[in-house]
């Protein structure tokens, strides 16, 4: 008797994170959330340099250290040990907030619960009574950089849509989000909604609109798309 076919997953959290990776430009001031998208440090283009921010107070965030070599002073915003690459700055934890405050980071890339077609994010609680509140530095970094990016997958663990018409969990900005990356597609933000500028492999777009809650646009060149 055949097995029943896997339904395809798409990418996963590294693919994620080296797509996001791909289309920071050079020279980027980046601040990464908590989760898949501290992936993106180890998927920067050799040919790209970008320098990682936390809020904690350290421009120059490097790669994980090796097992055994943690400082425990250096950690990021998230308390995981970091590196410091040659030429990191360290100050105050509210010159960092300044930093971002000020418009001086150019990317955020954060996660999300969700995200609406409007760009509306939410991305630090439930809501629910028992739900415990983690807000850490993302409004700040919804409000500060000049662009936000979303780092999650498609749907919760139990499929519901994670890409909805209209967030009703607490929000953390309105109208913040430029493009989320998912294991299913790369869809950007814009005045007409979502639209989907790549789509995984194995994935069609009718099963991306059946897994969003919004309707999506299908922007990828007509080849593509047939």
């Not at 700055?89 to 969700?114: P, T």
């Not at 009574?129 to 936000?148: E, N, S, T, Y």
Request: glycine share 12%; hydrophobic share 40%.
């Amino acid at each position: 008797m055949s097995q029943p076919s896997q339904q395809p997953t798409g990418w996963s959290r590294h693919d994620m994170a080296r797509l996001a990776a791909r289309d920071i430009h050079d020279g980027a001031y980046v601040n990464l959330g908590i989760g898949i998208p501290e992936l993106v440090t180890q998927h920067v283009p050799p040919d790209h340099e970008v320098i990682f921010h936390t809020e904690n107070g350290l421009l120059g965030v490097g790669p994980s250290p090796a097992a055994g070599s943690e400082d425990p002073e250096l950690i990021n915003a998230g308390k995981k040990p970091v590196t410091a690459i040659a030429g990191a700055a360290y100050f105050h934890h509210a010159d960092s907030f300044a930093m971002i405050r000020g418009g001086h980071l150019d990317v955020s890339v954060l996660g999300a619960m969700q995200v609406s077609s409007r760009g509306d994010l939410a991305n630090w609680s439930t809501g629910e009574a028992d739900a415990i509140p983690a807000v850490g530095g993302a409004m700040d970094l919804v409000a500060g950089v000049k662009r936000v990016v979303i780092l999650t997958e498609h749907t919760t663990k139990t499929g519901e849509p994670k890409l909805v018409a209209e967030c009703t969990y607490p929000l953390t900005g309105c109208g913040v989000v430029d493009r989320v990356y998912t294991n299913l597609a790369i869809i950007d933000v814009t005045p007409e909604g979502f639209v989907a500028q790549e789509i995984a492999p194995g994935i069609t777009f009718r099963e991306l609109q059946e897994k969003t809650g919004a309707p999506i646009i299908d922007g990828r060149p007509r080849s593509e798309s047939q």
